[in-house]
């Protein structure tokens, strides 16, 4: 069961980054269009209206996007019913905050416990806990995705919370910094696996 | 001032790269001939590797260009307020985009060990296809640094006929602009670079998807794979990167949505989205899934370039 709702949550993500894939298409043909219809159009309210409706039909998406991401999360900690309850309390404490507080709060909360939740998923990765619920097996590639997300994660609460603080360049960098490190650990861990055990002392096997 | 200097090194370029560009056309015309001429194929590889070194030899040129630029031409505030200046400017702005794009496939191109037969033919064609592409449409020896070459020689007409001091400070800080925010700049030397190494990775990543379908071996979904995760890095590393620049270079102006912003981040979300379909590649419809999403993401770098010089914007060259 499981297995199926992991299959569906990358299903999900992948029919939503597509949809955003496709409503960026056809931001660039209106713009495209609205250049050659108006003069110095990116001046004009023509072009607020055009932020706003992007916003529009983007934001839905994304939120979409966040929630999946953050379902995706708890899934290593938690399995069978733990697991539902977990996302079931996540996504309750999500749309409350977002009805009684406004949505970007709403996201605020689930990132922010995702946040928390990644960060000792990678305390219990490093510890080598075997409680932890991966799809793929060694210890780079778990590592790296664990890292991979928390960038993500924190890319995603740094542009919703952060973004008129002094510390959102800071945040920002902090997020690169992890997106490229989970990126490189977790495309070449069969490689990094290698590198480690071809040197003493041997750990434990790493499989691809 | 040394624009005698660097007048005499921008005609050296032209007059020794004009040659050069020739001769990548004609080895590119002599790939696609070799691949429908058995007797010749066998002989494909030197040409390869020939046109490879055409390519590289012409980067040097313009290495050579760009360094006599840095070391001859001095921006001088005509008010003396300011430091003069002096340009460090990149090989990969204006025409040259295309041509270092180029430069890096061809460089995977002759690198690349123990690749199917197949692949590698196709790989080579490909790298032919962009030569040709280079020559009729962003040739960096007919006119070097056109746009740069405009925007100083109206400075030093301004400077040099003793204009209103209202006009030659204009006309310095136009340039002085530039200098700063674009052809200086830190964020010039790490962007694009990183973004044009990782449309070249995309090119092996496409192909392999190409035979994905058409051959249906694992083999070929490895290939794809294995050349669209360094991309993606690349891609992604690269994209971030560019965030700082741009909140620094445009805090004025609005830039989000733009059209090339928005191809770009459609571009990395579909390949974001092959990645999430190939954790699943061995379901049912999956391998077809993964193929095409690679295809469409590939798709989607052509339209990222290509969008710089058709739709006005921002990030565009094009209105």
């Known amino acids: 069961m499981i ?38 159009w990116r001046q004009t309210p023509l072009y607020q209206n055009y932020v706003s409706d992007m916003n529009l039909a983007v934001l ?56 928390l939740i990644q960060v000792v998923v990678i305390g219990m990765t490093l510890a080598g806990d075997r409680r932890l619920s991966y799809e793929t097996q060694g210890f780079f590639v778990q590592i790296g995705s664990a890292v991979l997300h928390l960038g993500f994660i924190i890319f995603l609460v740094d542009f919703i919370l952060l973004s008129g603080s002094p510390a959102h360049l800071d945040v920002f960098w902090l997020s690169t910094i992890l997106i490229g490190v989970g990126m490189v650990l977790c495309f070449y861990s069969a490689e990094l ?11 434990a096997d790493e499989n691809k | 001032m040394g624009n005698t200097a660097y007048l005499s090194a921008r005609e050296f370029t032209a007059r020794v790269g004009q040659p050069l560009i020739d001769l990548i056309l004609l080895l590119s015309i002599a790939i696609l001939v070799f691949a429908v001429l058995p007797q010749l194929r066998t002989y494909t590889r ?13 980067w040097l040129l313009l290495v050579s260009f760009h360094y006599q630029i840095a070391t001859h031409l001095v921006l001088v505030d005509p008010t003396g307020q ?50 040709i592409l280079t020559f009729f449409t962003s040739n960096p020896f007919s006119r070097p640094l056109a746009d740069f070459h405009a925007g100083f020689t109206q400075y030093v007409q301004a400077v040099s006929t003793g204009q209103d001091m209202q006009v030659q400070v204009q006309a310095y800080y ?52 294995d050349w669209a995760k360094p991309g993606f890095i690349l891609l992604t590393v690269g994209l971030l990167i560019g965030y700082p620049w741009a909140v620094e270079a445009w805090k004025d102006q609005p830039w989000w949505y733009d059209p090339k912003v928005n191809v770009t981040l459609m571009m990395w979300l579909l390949y974001s989205a092959y990645f999430h379909a190939r954790l699943y590649i061995h379901r049912r419809g999956m391998w077809v899934t993964t193929a095409i999403l690679g295809y469409v993401a590939f798709l ?4 990222t370039y ?10 565009s060259v094009a209105g």
């Open chain 2, 82 to 131: 300011l430091p003069p200046g002096s340009f460090t400017i990149p090989v990969w702005v204006e025409n040259e985009k295309f041509y270092f794009w180029t430069l890096i496939l061809g460089l995977l191109t002759v690198v690349g060990r123990r690749r199917p037969k197949a692949f590698q033919s196709t790989l080579e064609l490909t790298f032919a296809g962009f030569g």
């Open chain 1, 193 to 203: 696996a290698r590198l480690r055990d071809s040197g003493p002392p041997p750990l």
């Open chain 1, 60 to 115: 839905p998406l994304s939120v979409i996007l966040v929630a999946v991401m953050g379902l995706c999360i708890p899934k290593r900690l938690f399995s069978g019913k733990a697991l539902l309850r977990a996302m079931g309390f996540l996504l309750a404490a999500t749309l409350a905050t977002a009805a009684l507080l406004g949505p970007k709060l709403g996201m605020g909360v689930l990132l922010v416990a995702a946040t």
């Open chain 2, 46 to 58: 030197f040409v390869v590797l020939a046109l490879f070194a055409a390519f590289a030899a012409g």
């Open chain 2, 300 to 303: 989607g770098v052509v339209v």
């Open chain 1, 3 to 40: 297995k199926n709702l992991n299959f569906i949550l990358i299903l999900t993500t992948i029919v939503v980054l597509s949809a955003i894939g496709i409503i960026f298409i056809f931001g660039s043909g209106y713009s495209w269009v609205q250049s050659i219809k108006v003069s110095d």
């Open chain 2, 174 to 225: 136009a340039m002085y602009g530039k200098m700063v925010g674009f052809y200086n700049s830190a964020y010039m030397w790490i962007h694009p670079p990183l973004l044009f190494a990782a449309y070249s990775t995309f090119v092996l990543a496409f192909i392999g998807c190409i035979f994905m379908l058409v051959k249906k071996q694992e083999r070929y979904d490895k290939l794809a794979y």
């Open chain 2, 306 to 315: 290509i969008t710089t010089y058709v739709i006005p914007g921002i990030h």
